[in-house]
């Protein structure tokens, strides 16, 4: 649920559904969420509203909740933007970064007006670059194609162009696709259209393991939880199973492989014979 505060008062904007998942990131985010009633999500905002004027909170937030079963349980609060924020922006039309500046500013949220009604449904799909058919191991490499989807009602944040470096060391999240559409049914339509259409190379990344979410019974039928992944495995697999623990072994090495060396008796050494200290230390700048 998320909260936006300034110096007057705290409200809420809307929920976002958000179960899929793998090693706890999330993988596929939807506003709002057709898994809650209306009576629940008013439940879940007022308590929300609660939490963050207990504290003096501003800006924006995310309480998060788990439900089971009509109930729902506090799991914890983000205190910042989440990256799944671009749902929320298309079913609201609240640029909800602008919303942070004003706040920062002394200015009134949304002009001092109401938060906007939902409009329509959106879906988001974390552009990772991992292989799904082996587990979600990350994969490193060049990007050496890039074409992102466009036309009416999708929206790429990206931070990758062609030539960018993929690296072990960082988050593997390449880009998010978003897609906006009338109701669900829709968005999934436009949100398989657009994954047919971005074109990543150079590295494996989760678009095949989207594409097949988009077409399983249990998710167009809204059948979700937290253990989607697990209870939906080899989903989009193309790679032989086989290869496995190859590919996660290989990982390690590479990983490994990557660590800095240290001679006896002297600093760590990089892989080009230096030092291991920085650039900055090594050129007698101080801290």
């Not at 988001?124 to 992102?148: H, K, M």
Request: hydrophobic content about 40%; proline content about 5%; overall charge negative.
């Amino acid at each position: 649920m998320l909260v936006l505060a300034d110096e007057q008062r705290t409200g809420d904007i809307g929920e976002r559904e958000c179960s899929i998942q793998r090693r706890h990131q999330k993988l596929i985010e939807e506003a709002p969420s057709t898994a809650i009633d209306d009576a629940l999500r008013r439940r879940m905002a007022e308590v929300a509203v609660r939490a963050a004027e207990a504290v003096g909170y501003r800006g924006a937030g995310t309480v998060e909740f788990l439900v089971e079963e009509g109930e729902f349980f506090f799991l914890e609060m983000n205190t910042r933007i989440q990256v799944e924020h671009p749902v929320t922006e298309l079913v609201t039309g609240v640029d909800l970064v602008r919303q942070q500046l004003r706040v920062a500013r002394g200015l009134p949220l949304l002009g001092g007006g109401e938060p906007p009604a939902a409009r329509g449904h959106a879906i988001e799909c974390r552009i990772n670059a991992e292989d799904p058919a082996v587990g979600f191991v990350p994969s490193t490499g060049c990007i050496d194609r890039l074409e992102v989807p466009t036309g009416p009602g999708v929206r790429w944040d990206g931070g990758i162009r062609n030539g960018s470096e993929v690296g072990p060391h960082y988050d593997s999240l390449l880009g998010k696709l978003v897609v906006h559409a009338a109701d669900r049914d829709a968005a999934i339509a436009r949100m398989r259209s657009a994954l047919e259409a971005l074109v990543i190379g150079g590295v494996e990344t989760t678009v095949p393991w989207h594409l097949a979410v988009m077409d399983e019974p249990d998710y167009r039928m809204n059948d979700l939880s937290i253990r989607y992944v697990e209870e939906h495995a080899g989903l989009g697999e193309t790679a032989d199973p086989g290869l496995r623990d190859v590919a996660m072994a290989t990982a390690v090495l590479l990983a490994d492989g990557e660590r800095p060396r240290v001679a006896s008796g002297g600093a760590p050494r990089s892989h080009d014979g230096r030092n291991g200290l920085s650039a900055w230390v090594r050129a007698g700048r101080e801290w």
